[in-house]
């Protein structure tokens, strides 16, 4: 893979993200939409863990399978949560004897039951420190980082959270990933905070094709981002599955067009595993 700082210098970039399969089945067919979204020609794609580090090493497996069966770029998630510094080290030594290309460096979430973040004794509490970590001891890999349009729920201010995430690109991020949004003018306004702190790395939007009004405001309630009220009442004219489907992808590609129109470095597409709703999107417009 080309170096991922480089990467986004030649060109717009295009990933997906992926989750690690409970079932045999459900990884056999996880395998089936990737080689469906292939067609798209993507510059890599990510692939997430489960809470609290608990599907760590299937992570490593899919990615592996995903690289070496379909020749593409790969990129793991990696947080702090349960985890010693040297634990950390493992699992990059690991990715790295794997040829994993990059990680998305993350805090991560408190794990279920517990409101606030606490570091494991021996672990790291932040993000940038995890982004120091990678960039001091494991420079062959590219790192990412979240960003979040709407503000981090956890932060006191917009102006904190992109404190926060100045510090992580100093501490060597190549590219910025946005959680997922729904108004592209919430994306603009961040972009332009982004500059006005200094922050001249790229800056990519997470997007999620809906296909279901109450997955995604199930979704949208855990993260903060909302829903416009247009979008709602689009999904709302119709619940039958065709009517949702139609609805999602139709509001996503008039969300991607305006994007690509306004000078976007890349499209991040949250897949949850599936291709449809992405691919119909994708056909759809010019990258």
């Known amino acids: 893979m080309t170096k991922l700082a480089e990467l986004f210098k030649t060109k717009r970039v295009l990933s997906f993200e992926l989750f690690p399969p409970k079932t045999e ?30 599907t760590q090493q299937k992570t490593l497996q899919i990615l592996d399978h995903v690289k070496q069966k379909f020749d593409v770029p790969v990129v793991s998630h990696l947080t702090c949560v349960g985890s010693t510094v ?25 794990p279920k ?10 672990g790291l509490a932040y993000a940038n420190e995890l982004v120091e970590l990678i960039s001091s001891e494991f420079n062959n ?11 981090h729920l956890e932060a006191p201010s917009m102006d904190v959270d ?7 690109v100093d501490a060597g991020a190549d590219a910025i990933v946005t959680q997922l949004f729904y108004d592209n003018a919430d994306f603009y306004r961040f972009r332009d905070q982004c500059e006005a702190k200094g922050i001249t790395t790229p800056v990519v939007p997470g997007l999620l094709p809906v296909t279901s009004l109450s997955q995604i405001q199930r979704i949208t309630d855990l993260c903060g981002a909302k829903l416009p009220t247009e ?17 999602g992808v139709d509001y996503a590609v008039a969300q991607t ?31």
């Open 162 to 168: 992109l404190d926060n995430l100045k510090r992580k």
């Open 141 to 151: 890999f590219g790192v990412m980082v979240a960003g979040y349009p709407e503000k």
């Open 257 to 287: 067009a305006d994007l690509l129109a306004n000078g976007v470095a890349g499209l991040h597409y949250y897949v949850l595993n599936k291709s449809d709703a992405t691919a119909k999107i994708l056909e759809q417009i010019s990258l």
């Open 86 to 110: 040297d634990q950390l080290r493992e699992y990059l030594t690991k990715a790295k004897s794997q040829s994993i290309d990059s990680i998305m460096a993350l805090r991560g979430d408190p």
């Open 25 to 54: 089945k459900g990884e056999a067919a996880l395998y089936r939409h990737v080689e469906a979204l292939l067609k798209f020609s993507p510059d890599f794609f990510t692939c997430t863990y489960g809470a609290g580090g608990s």
């Open 113 to 122: 039951g517990e409101d606030k973040f606490v570091a494991l004794e021996g």
């Open 231 to 247: 979008f709602v009442t689009a999904l709302e004219s119709d619940s039958s599955e065709t009517g949702q489907f139609k609805a």
